[in-house]
């Protein structure tokens, strides 16, 4: 089957679930990708970060996929904020992938404490897109703050912000924020994975365990992951869920035969804790977070 497609504010369609390759191994990942194209994702979202990129362009050209078929998206690392910097940036991502154009290129920070390089950066995304190297861009992390200093700045309106967003961390008021601005909630651990990593700190039971998630699953004959997913669907998120395993990649693909009702989706909204999972985007800065990309 086909994944219905999401429009973002610059009326290019991205489809609304994505595979994500946060945390796979470079010699996971071809594998991993190979599957996922071929349970049908066709959308893969990677970072410069993650140190993956030439695996997913290994995997792509690969599948035999025109590249018209399969929606990129890459995110630039604070070592390469600044606008010539950011334009070098895809230079080496494209390379790395294989291609010429990358569909989306989002800030992967927002660089707090240095975010006059924040800005240069989004304005060296605006020159991409200007020039056709890329189809959108958008941001990553952005609490509403940074929406807000960066549009005071800038000139395009940042067709996704990915962020934290799972049944335990809703982030309400940055969604709603988003929605204002004609920006897509693009959520990172869809499912709460975050909240049950090794090294992250977190002391409390998985989402996968939760009861009434685990109830509502029952209800539908689904697993608790792919309500999850329903969830944030139902709700007009994209998603971008991972997994390395082809059983878990195929069970994240499964998720367009049912719907969720509204009391369902009500339920699911009060599991929100307000704890985060991942790092403060605040407390994101070179001397703790900066680590230089390799060219190649």
């Known amino acids: 089957m086909s994944i219905p ?45 993650y140190g993956n990129e030439r ?27 600044g606008f010539q910097e950011t334009q070098h940036a895809f230079e080496k991502a494209s390379g790395k992938l294989g291609v010429e154009q990358i569909d989306l290129l989002i800030l992967h920070q927002p660089l707090t404490p240095e975010f006059d390089r924040t800005i240069a950066a989004y304005k060296g995304l ?35 912000n990915q962020i934290e967003i799972h ?41 996968l365990e939760n009861a009434e998630i685990l109830e509502i699953a029952e209800s539908h004959g689904k697993t608790p992951a792919q309500v999850m997913l329903r969830w944030h669907l139902d709700q007009g998120r994209q998603v971008i869920p991972k997994s390395v395993k082809r059983h878990r990649i195929e069970e994240n693909f499964d998720v367009f035969d049912f719907e969720l009702t509204n009391d369902e989706l009500t339920r699911i909204d009060a599991l929100d804790t307000g ?8 407390s994101v800065n070179m001397e703790d977070f900066g680590m230089e990309i390799p060219e190649a």
Not at 67 to 81: C, G, S
Not at 180 to 205: H, V
């Open 55 to 81: 695996q997913v362009g290994q995997a792509i050209q690969q599948s035999g996929l025109s590249r018209d078929e399969v929606f990129l998206e890459t995110k630039v690392w604070i070592n390469d904020y």
């Open 167 to 207: 049944p335990y961390f809703r982030q309400t008021e940055l969604v709603n924020k988003n929605r204002e601005l004609g920006i897509i909630s693009q959520a990172w651990s869809p499912i709460g994975g975050i909240t049950f990593y090794p090294g992250f700190g977190q002391d409390r039971k998985s989402t």
């Open 5 to 49: 497609n999401m429009t973002l504010n610059n009326g290019v369609e991205i489809p609304e679930l994505g595979f994500g390759v946060f945390q796979s191994a470079p010699e996971e990942t071809v594998q991993a990708v190979t599957d996922a194209l071929e349970v049908g994702y066709r959308h893969i979202d990677t970072a410069a970060a």
């Open 275 to 282: 704890v985060r999972g991942g790092p403060e985007p605040s």
């Open 126 to 160: 605006e020159k991409l897109l200007e020039d056709g190297k890329v189809r959108a861009i958008g941001v990553s992390n952005f609490m509403p703050e940074d929406l807000d200093r960066l549009m005071e700045q800038t000139t395009v309106i940042p067709a996704v």
